[in-house]
T-cell receptor, first 115, second 114 residues
Framework: AQSVTQPDIHITVSEGASLELRCNYS??????LFWYVQSPGQGLQLLLKYFSGDTLVQGIKGFEAEFKRSQSSFNLRKPSVHWSDAAEYFC?????????????FGPGTSLSVIP | KAGVTQTPRYLIKTRGQQVTLSCSPI?????VSWYQQTPGQGLQFLFEYFSETQRNKGNFPGRFSGRQFSNSRSEMNVSTLELGDSALYLC?????????????FGPGTRLTVT
């Protein structure tokens, strides 16, 4: 069965430090990959997505992610974290079926930022 | 352009009752998807509507239903509420059909079942 794992439930980083959030998926083919961010009391906002092509994708708010087929991973990175980046981050995988697609979200990683 | 709006934002219901949640998508968006978010199960896909037809459905019981109107507004209904239905219900809209397209999420409706 398809699955998405985010090994880190909670991460704390200092403001200005670099960040990497991990995402691994289990699926026979390459799915569509997404990263979303959810601030408290808010819905989800799309940070970036990967469908095909260049395995390093740039997103909004200075985030980037790298798709590694051999590791079934799609890790999110940011070189310098800002206090406003504190939020919940979700990796999502969309697998294409014959007549519909199926979306699976990871459990999320909660990010805290220390001033 | 206005974002996705959901009403009401908060709701308290009693077990056995039914509830209807509303979602207004971004103007021009024809696809509306619904998700349930709970601490235990995380984010789970409920269903997607496109052009007033349910196009895709997650693994939820028949107590969960929805519909979409000609103006793309969507409603979600949960009948015979159970304590486990307490959750944040999120609605997302997109231009085209399918969750592979960029989705714009509303702030959600927080449902508490007592």
């Amino acid at each position: 069965a398809q699955s998405v794992t985010q090994p880190d439930i909670h991460i704390t980083v200092s403001e200005g430090a670099s960040l990497e959030l991990r995402c691994n998926y289990s699926y026979g083919a390459t799915p569509y990959l997404f990263w979303y961010v959810q601030s408290p009391g808010q819905g989800l906002q799309l940070l970036l997505k990967y469908f095909s092509g260049d395995t390093l994708v740039q997103g909004i708010k200075g985030f980037e992610a790298e798709f590694k087929r051999s590791q079934s991973s799609f890790n999110l990175r940011k070189p310098s974290v800002h206090w406003s980046d504190a939020a919940e981050y979700f990796c999502a995988v969309v697998t294409m079926k014959t007549s519909y697609d199926k979306v699976i979200f990871g459990p999320g990683t909660s990010l805290s930022v220390i001033p | 352009k206005a974002g996705v709006t959901q009403t009401p934002r908060y709701l308290i219901k009693t077990r056995g009752q039914q509830v209807t949640l509303s979602c207004s998508p971004i103007s021009g968006h024809r696809s509306v998807s619904w998700y349930q978010q709970t601490p235990g199960q995380g984010l789970q896909f409920l269903f997607e509507y496109f052009s007033e037809t349910q196009r895709n459905k997650g693994n939820f019981p028949g107590r969960f239903s929805g519909r979409q109107f000609s103006n793309s507004r969507s409603e979600m209904n949960v009948s015979t509420l159970e304590l486990g239905d307490s959750a944040l219900y999120l609605c997302a809209s997109s231009l085209a059909r399918g969750t592979s397209y960029e989705q714009y999420f509303g702030p959600g409706t927080r449902l508490t079942v007592t």
